[in-house]
């Protein structure tokens, strides 16, 4: 049986990701900015010079040079700077001085010895569970290794766009930044290893896991068995219920009822479909069998959710609207 699909991209599709680029920064000589935990996802990459970052609940500070980005997953507060001993400062009043300018940069310190660029990543309401959760709060990309070379040629474009303000340059940006969030989360996996990740991302780096996941993803709808997909990996029931569960926290079967009831979510949503449409198409053969997996895997019924979701949605447009 060949199948072929992509868990990363069906999470990163399904979550709704989105970036956008904040004010840059330039420092030099001794400096050191602490910054508050960021409501989205942030990262940071050195264009020039080098600095030290200091998160908070990490034991070790992470030597930045030139070229190395890092992506912080978690809202915790982080500090910047030249180097160990230097006093911090809050970072926001930099910020907001460039806010409003064309071009805007934040400026601290004597001297240009070091240039950042930056930004964010925005998700929708189940990247916590589904993404942010099995990564650790802080990737560190060194950007001299050979397997980095892609981010430096997105973080190369980005400079020319922001430095040459092209039409259209903000899309492009935002979209740039969005392929060097991928490449990170692939470096990562890569590079890193086995326990890189947890959950349903460490799967992707276990040789066996793997094809059973990325089966489970190409065909949610399947009436799949431990069987089956012991097949695709090519390995016994057994071996492949032991290393599944070990990798991703759950057998394989328990890990695509979850799957389908996240695309059952997103169908609703939408709103544009019936429940028996949706049951269809996530691999239930009746309303019925929907309603009873989504209620033991989210307390509530589809219909529950829909109409809570309604009420939401209505209450936040009356907001506005007053």
């Given at each position: ?15 709704g990701?989105?970036?956008?680029l ?22 940071n ?20 040079d030139?070229?190395?980005?890092f ?12 180097g ?8 926001e009043p ?10 805007g940069v934040?400026?601290v ?9 930056g ?18 709060p802080?990737i ?8 980095a ?11 020319a ?9 903000t ?6 930044a ?5 490449h ?17 991302l460490?799967g ?42 070990q990798?991703?926290g ?10 389908r009831?996240?695309l ?7 709103g544009?479909?019936?429940l ?22 989210t307390?509530s019924?589809?219909r ?10 209505s209450a936040?447009?009356a907001?506005?609207?007053?």
């Amino acid at each position: 049986m060949s199948v072929q699909a992509d868990p990363l991209q069906d999470v990163l599709t399904l979550v709704g990701t989105t970036s956008q680029l904040s004010i840059g920064l330039v420092a030099g000589g001794e400096w050191a900015l602490s910054f508050r935990p960021p409501e989205a996802v942030k990262f940071n990459a050195v264009r020039r010079g080098h600095c030290l970052l200091t998160v908070d609940g990490v034991p070790e500070p992470i030597k930045m040079d030139e070229g190395d980005c890092f992506l912080l997953t978690q809202p915790r507060a982080f500090t910047l700077a030249s180097g160990p001993g230097v006093r911090p400062i809050p970072a926001e009043p930099f910020f907001a001085a460039a806010r409003g300018k064309a071009h805007g940069v934040a400026r601290v310190g004597a001297g240009d010895d070091t240039v950042f660029i930056g930004g964010r990543f925005d998700f929708g309401e189940r990247a916590q569970e589904l993404l942010l959760d099995v990564l650790p709060p802080v990737i560190h990309v060194p950007g001299r290794t050979a397997e980095a070379a892609i981010v430096r040629w997105v973080l190369d474009q980005i400079d020319a766009e922001l430095r040459d303000r092209p039409l259209a340059s903000t899309l492009v940006t935002e979209h740039l930044a969005l392929v060097m969030l991928i490449h990170v989360l692939r470096l990562h996996l890569t590079v890193a290893g086995p326990g890189a990740a947890t959950g349903w991302l460490g799967g992707l780096t276990d040789p066996v896991v793997a094809p059973a996941l990325q089966a489970l993803h190409a065909r949610p709808a399947h009436p799949w068995t431990v069987a089956q997909l012991a097949d695709v990996a090519a390995v016994s029931r057994s071996t492949l219920a032991a290393r599944f569960k070990q990798a991703v926290g759950r057998g394989p079967l328990e890990y695509l009822t979850g799957w389908r009831i996240e695309l059952a979510i997103e169908r609703l949503r939408r709103g544009d479909e019936t429940l028996a449409m949706i049951a269809r198409e996530v691999g239930y053969g009746s309303e019925s069998a929907l309603s009873n997996a989504f209620r033991r895997v989210t307390g509530s019924s589809p219909r529950e959710y829909r109409i809570s979701r309604m009420r939401t949605g209505s209450a936040a447009a009356a907001h506005l609207s007053g």
